[in-house]
């Protein structure tokens, strides 16, 4: 399908689940309201929590042709500019309690003793490690230093300068290596193998599910947020989101069904066309490697492999999967940064706005929005999954700093 938004891939999946089913196996061990509620309750206990704001954007809304449009903007999550502030940190609390317990069950250690270092006998010893092309290694490095252990991660050669310094300054030794993503996981679990490390990986494979869990339940805590700021009890109709390995989709559609049941929305899941992991296997109807070289200006979504857990919930809770080129990115950040008709300016980072470009998209396609049920009565909401993580590479496509635009 083309647009004026480039060249989009659309599949609608025939594997969806019906409305009427109900949420169940294989999902429900992945995300369910028991360990929602654990996630809630820990993590709003931490320094600094506060719901990030849910903006309308009516002008926007209007231009595409839908009821109304809701942007949850991620940008604001701890200071860390990204969603997976939520993820990558609350794995470390996790593992660190349990580590905690296991060396000396009389302690009953809590997330105060923590944060305040009752326990940095037993903490300093430990050593959280991953490798990232960003936003997740800045969510462990700042849980290391927040719950108190230490951290290693390593980067490829792609990853910006800005985000390395980042992720150093919340105390992670950071390395950088020659060669792509995928290298430096193979890395990293070499090394932490060798060396007692705990890898805190945000994607999970064949035997290494527990940690990629606890990331994804994280996360649900943003769903809840956006749950209970939509206006009058209303629900989304269609809910747009980014893939990159599918934990946030995974985790946003887990936790929609299984709070909302029937009424949940219609769940789109959205890629770079050069990263296709999804996408690729919904058509199979199995986990599939992507097609593309992984070269996308969305860094965050540059991913070749589905986590398997997530492919767990989207394989029948996703009802569409979509992939547009990169052309897209930078107009939709600039459409933001600007404000639509009214609509306050929006800092959105380039991992943030695939699936925003999407419904813009259908609002000048009708025979897209045909396909994706889009029209006047829909009231639909996008997860804007980063601010401007890195700073430079914003002002690079949008032409002014985010302080500015803010
Ligand atoms: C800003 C942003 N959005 C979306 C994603 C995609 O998340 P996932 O890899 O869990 O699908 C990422 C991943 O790093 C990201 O950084």
């Known amino acids: 399908m083309t647009s004026l938004y480039g060249s989009l891939r659309v599949h609608h999946n025939p594997q969806a689940a019906s409305r009427e089913t109900r949420y169940g196996e294989p999902a429900l061990s992945v995300i369910n309201r028991q360990r929602f509620a654990e996630a809630m309750a820990d993590i709003s206990s931490w320094p600094g929590y506060e719901p990030t704001p849910l903006h309308s954007l009516q002008g926007l809304a209007r231009k595409t042709g839908v009821a109304s449009l809701y942007y949850k903007d991620e940008g604001f999550r701890f200071g860390l500019d990204s969603f997976k502030a939520l993820g990558g940190a609350y794995a470390v609390e996790r593992l660190l309690l349990d580590f905690i317990r296991d060396k000396d069950p009389e302690r009953k250690p809590n997330i ?52 390395k310094k980042a992720m150093e300054a919340y105390g992670a030794e950071v390395l950088r290596l020659d060669g792509d993503y995928d290298h430096t996981v193979r890395e990293i679990a070499a090394d932490a193998q060798a060396k007692g490390w705990y890898v805190v990986s945000d994607t999970s494979y064949e035997g290494y599910l527990d940690v990629p869990r606890d990331v994804m339940q994280g996360y649900t805590v943003m769903v809840d947020e956006a749950l209970s700021q939509f206006p009058d009890d209303s629900l989304p109709s269609h809910i747009f989101v980014q893939g990159g390995v599918g934990g946030l989709a995974a985790a ?32 199979a ?35 569409d999967f979509i992939t547009l080129g990169d052309d897209v990115v930078g107009p939709v950040m600039r459409l933001l940064a600007d404000g639509v008709d009214g609509d306050k300016p929006v800092v959105a980072g380039e991992s943030a706005v695939a699936g925003l470009a999407a419904l813009l998209a259908a609002g000048e396609d009708p025979a897209l929005a045909d396909a994706l049920g889009i029209n006047r009565a829909s009231r639909v909401l996008v997860i804007g999954s980063e601010g401007a993580s890195d700073a430079d590479v914003y002002e690079r496509i949008v032409g002014r700093s985010a302080q500015d635009v803010r």
């Open 285 to 319: 109807g199995t986990p599939r490697p992507a097609t593309g070289d992984l070269e996308t200006v969305m860094a965050g979504l540059a991913c070749g492999e589905v986590s398997l857990i997530a492919w767990d919930i989207l394989a029948t809770g996703a009802d």
């Open 112 to 163: 105060e003793g923590l944060i305040t270092g009752q326990y940095s006998d037993i903490t300093s010893t430990v050593t959280v490690a991953c490798a990232t092309d960003g936003n997740h290694g800045r969510s462990v490095a700042w849980g290391a230093q927040t719950f108190g252990c230490n951290c290693k991660i390593y980067i490829h050669s792609g990853v910006s300068e800005g985000r």
């Open 252 to 283: 946003v559609c887990g936790h929609l069904w299984e709070t909302l049941k029937a009424d949940r929305p219609r769940f789109i899941v959205v890629e770079p066309d050069r990263a296709d992991c999804l996408y690729q296997s919904a058509l």
